[in-house]
């Protein structure tokens, strides 16, 4: 009970620095550190005539982490009446919801938004389409691909623009009998792209294609398809072609003079650190089953305290990063199952049934876990095989030795002497000594037992055992 109580206080602690983090992060929209604010307040209002940009860099799926920061960049830099905002990009594709969100804040935005793929080797998959599509100057670096947009609906929920679709997929979806649901799904984001497209004065027609056909291109091809608007090999080089462009902003021509612009970086928050480091489908799985073993470790060993402490906070910290990932509850329900199976083959003799039976649910949930499309957003097979291998392991051989010592027969104290074997030394009737172990016991009998007779304990009651004849 003792033990419980300290998780408990554990868990409070834990969840009430997560609400701290969280609202210092959400005031200060996370684009920079509280020490740097401090140390460097914002001059920018009192120098009109300076001309800067801002830059953020987006690595990775596009996600709610990765959506709220870059809108309240946006945000920020319209705040502070930046000459545009440069969104370095490289993305595999990621979640319809956060791209929506993306977009809304970009076809808004008060300053104009400059996307470029890059470096060499970076793409623009999926929701990166969307994203470069909405900008209003839309640049790639040599080496870069964009393209393959088709929404992917898994498990039918709502859907995502995931990664490439297999070629028979495509095909599938574009005969007679596809369903009504995929239909809508396909024919919204359709008529969604060909609007952003339009907007920006785009190729509408190729821009169908990546969603309908899952279409790619490389730069060159994208610059000659009027996807992009150009190819340039660094960031200054982007900032010298783009120097006296007009662009249309909201309900005004602003005229770009970036030439010489200054640079400023926006930095990602501490809590959208976190939530980068911590929001990928393989660590908030491995951060969950740290926290179960934890936490049950503890309750099975009462006073461990550190396995308790660190698997509390190990399952905070998932739950966390679940906020910002598209859970299957199907595939959670199917872990737990998973874990009751293991331990039922602790106490009943099923042959390995049970073990077999976990494995397959603990491997089915592990698939599962995430109703998203794309292996960004699934647990790797890398991570499943060595999980499930030690969960295994784990309840079957180490829950198994310490359930067989908890039934075995104590063999030390006074619990120790019942089953035990001796010999009388002085005749009970009905009461005598008995040798047991090397030692002299008052014993009691039901029946009269003669000096040499060998005789078993039955029985320990304070300083007397009671015997009777073997």
Do not use: C
Request: glycine letters at 8%; a negative charge.
């Amino acid at each position: 009970m003792r033990s419980v109580w300290k998780l408990l206080g554990v868990a409070l602690t834990a969840l009430t620095l997560l609400s701290v983090v969280h609202p210092a992060a959400a005031q200060d929209t996370a684009v920079a550190e509280s020490d740097t604010t401090d140390a460097e307040p914002d001059t920018t209002a009192a120098e009109p005539d300076r001309v800067f940009v801002y830059r953020v860099e987006i690595d990775g799926a596009i996600q709610p982490a990765s959506a709220e920061f870059l809108v309240n960049a946006i945000a920020k830099a319209g705040d502070e009446r930046a000459d545009a905002l440069i969104i370095e990009l490289d993305t595999p594709g990621g979640l319809v919801d956060s791209t929506r969100d993306i977009i809304q804040a970009m076809l808004s935005s008060r300053v104009p938004v400059v996307v470029y793929v890059a470096p060499g080797g970076a793409r623009a998959g999926s929701a990166g389409v969307f994203i470069t599509l909405a900008a209003h100057v839309a640049a790639m670096a040599p080496g870069t691909n964009i393209g393959a947009a088709t929404p992917i609906n898994i498990g039918g929920g709502d859907f995502s623009p995931g990664g490439p679709a297999p070629a028979d997929s495509v095909a599938e979806e574009q005969t007679e009998g596809q369903s009504d649901l995929e239909r809508k799904i396909l024919n919204d984001t359709v008529a969604f792209i060909r609007t952003i497209a339009e907007k920006r004065g785009r190729n509408a027609e190729w821009a169908e294609r990546a969603v309908r056909e899952a279409d790619a291109i490389t730069e060159t091809e994208a610059l000659e398809l009027n996807v992009i608007d150009l190819v340039v090999p660094n960031l200054a080089k982007l900032l010298d072609e783009i120097d006296g462009r007009e662009i249309e902003v909201l309900d005004r021509t602003v005229t770009l003079a970036t030439a010489q612009a200054e640079i400023r970086d926006i930095p990602k928050g501490l809590r959208f650190r976190i939530l980068d480091a911590i929001a990928n489908p393989n660590i908030a799985f491995i951060l969950m089953l740290i926290g179960i073993y934890g936490i049950f470790f503890e309750l099975m060993n009462p006073g461990s305290i550190l396995p308790g402490v660190a698997g509390v906070i190990s399952l905070l910290l998932a739950f966390f990063a679940l906020q910002a990932l598209p859970v299957n509850y199907v595939g959670v329900l199917l872990l737990l199952f998973a874990l009751v199976l293991f331990i039922a083959e602790v106490k009943i003799v099923s042959y390995g049934l049970l073990t077999v039976s976990g494995i397959i649910a603990f491997v089915l949930g592990a698939t599962m876990l995430f109703d998203a499309p794309g292996s960004f957003f699934r647990v790797s097979w890398s991570v499943i095989v060595p999980a499930v291998v030690v969960t295994a392991a784990f309840f079957v051989i180490a829950l198994g030795l310490a359930y067989r010592t908890w039934r075995t027969q104590p063999t030390t104290g006074r619990e120790g002497l019942v089953g035990e074997r001796g010999v009388v030394r002085r005749g009970v009737d009905p009461t005598g000594q008995v040798l047991v172990h090397g030692e002299l016991w008052k014993a009691r009998a039901d029946e009269p037992l003669e000096s040499g007779t060998e005789v078993e304990v039955t029985a320990v009651d304070g300083l007397t055992i009671h015997v009777k004849r073997t």
